[in-house]
Nanobody, 123 residues
Framework: VQLQASGGGLVQAGGSLRLSCAAS????????MGWFRQAPGKEREFVAA????????PYADSVKGRFTISRDNTKNTVFLQMNSLKPEDTAVYYC?????????????????WGQGTQVTVSS
């Protein structure tokens, strides 16, 4: 499985961005998908995840109410809609896929990772 993240950029605080992650492979619809981020000098942290049916979507407390994860299994794509962005949301955002299990905030449970897309929020 190959993951290609896109949609990052520079935005002012309070603005919005929509990230996309396109996946190759015919089994995408069965995978748990997740978004993580890593700011300079910090460890990678969980943002959100989604199961195959979109019925289970945990979020990090820091983004709850502002970010929304979704997926389109017909297009092998997962999205992260980011609203009310803050400077502390600045990071490289990575999408990830897990072959088994339930949506989780544990990076070690994900089998495949995309290359990351930079999100910069100016104050």
């Amino acid at each position: 499985v190959q993951l290609q993240a896109s949609g990052g950029g520079l935005v002012q605080a309070g603005g919005s961005l929509r990230l996309s992650c396109a996946a190759s492979g015919r089994t995408f619809s069965t995978y748990v998908m997740g978004w993580f981020r890593q700011a300079p000098g910090k460890e990678r942290e969980f943002v959100a995840a989604i199961n195959w049916s979109s019925s289970n979507t945990p979020y990090a407390d820091s983004v709850k109410g502002r970010f929304t994860i979704s997926r389109d299994n017909t297009k092998n794509t997962v999205f992260l809609q980011m609203n009310s962005l803050k400077p502390e949301d600045t990071a490289v955002y990575y999408c990830a896929a897990a072959k088994y299990g339930v949506p989780t905030n544990s990076a070690s449970r994900y089998d495949y990772w995309g290359q990351g897309t930079q999100v910069t929020v100016s104050s």
